[in-house]
């Protein structure tokens, strides 16, 4: 166990602080919870399953800790011992199941791995607009691009099992990475050289936001479409679209307090909409602070 949420820290250092063992603790929990819903699962998911291991796959060529590892003249079992503790809850899966001829196969191309010459991963092109530079930067500094596609390939599970609840909730994850340039803040600088009056300025913002976000939101819209469409998920949609533009106001309105605009986001998710009444307000409020930011 501690091997393992070694392995989990290391593997998600970007996302974890070095000493967070309560953060540790939670994501060891969650790695077990999703071995225990999928052993639960297994028959329904079929060849969806072994999907869980292309991580490894990913993780083992984007690693950057070869040279120091070829000190040791054993490092490629080394890096098989590893990829098996860190695999273990769904090995341990098949093995329960009694599927020796595909958990043969996994622990032969674990051992065959590290023999296998390193591939250049190349950059991937995002598609967002330029006007805000944090959506390039958190897609590159936290390998959200990774995770999209695995909401993608979970999603796809979610209709294949005809789970239209685990659809919407994975449409609300998205919603969650779209607000996540949100709050980000600009040095104050780069607000004042910025030749667009206020006005234009939060409006740009704003547009940037909603065709960013209509970039990542879109597939799922289509899913819930082809599921079963209802006029709810058009609802939803509209709903969860507004989300990230509604905190864009919550960051310029509160930009010298970051931890108001947090605390009002969660409000404005679980406050049943209470703070969209506030719309108003808030782009009032959000032009009046960028004026006193370039005037100051």
């Not at 605009?261 to 307000?281: A, D, H, N, S, V």
Request: proline share 3%.
């Amino acid at each position: 166990m501690k091997i393992l949420s070694t392995l989990l820290t290391v593997r998600f250092r970007k996302l974890l602080n070095k000493n967070d063992k309560t953060a540790v603790v939670l994501l060891l929990l969650f790695y077990f919870a999703i071995a225990f819903g999928v052993f639960h699962q297994f028959e329904e998911l079929g060849s969806w399953f072994y999907l869980l291991f292309v991580d490894v796959l990913v993780y083992h060529f984007k690693r950057q800790d070869d040279r120091l590892l070829k000190i040791h003249k054993n490092y490629k079992k080394i890096i098989f011992i590893e990829y098996l503790i860190y695999s273990f809850p769904f090995l341990l899966i098949l093995l329960i199941k009694q599927h020796f001829l595909a958990l043969g196969i996994l622990m032969i191309a674990f051992w065959i791995l590290p023999y296998l010459p390193k591939i250049q991963m190349k950059t991937i092109k995002l598609p967002f607009e330029r006007f805000d530079p944090f959506w390039h930067i958190i897609f590159r500094k936290y390998h959200l691009f990774f995770i999209y596609i695995a909401l993608l390939i979970l999603s796809g599970i979610a209709i294949h099992l005809s789970n239209q609840n685990l659809l919407v909730v994975l449409f609300g994850s998205v919603v969650i990475i779209c607000c996540l340039p949100g709050f980000e803040r600009e040095n104050i600088l780069e607000i004042k050289i910025s030749h667009y009056s206020s006005f234009e300025f939060l409006n740009k913002k704003m547009k940037t936001t909603f065709v960013n976000s209509l970039y990542l939101q879109f597939p799922f819209l289509l899913l819930l479409t082809i599921n079963d469409f209802y006029w709810l998920n058009l609802f939803l949609f509209l709903l969860f679209m507004s989300i990230p533009l509604l905190n864009i106001l919550l960051k310029y309105s509160n930009f010298q307090h970051p931890i108001k605009q947090q605390l009002l986001f969660i409000f404005g998710i679980f406050g049943f909409g209470i703070i969209y009444l506030m719309i108003p307000y808030l782009y009032k409020s959000s032009i009046r602070q960028i004026n006193t930011i370039k005037n100051a």
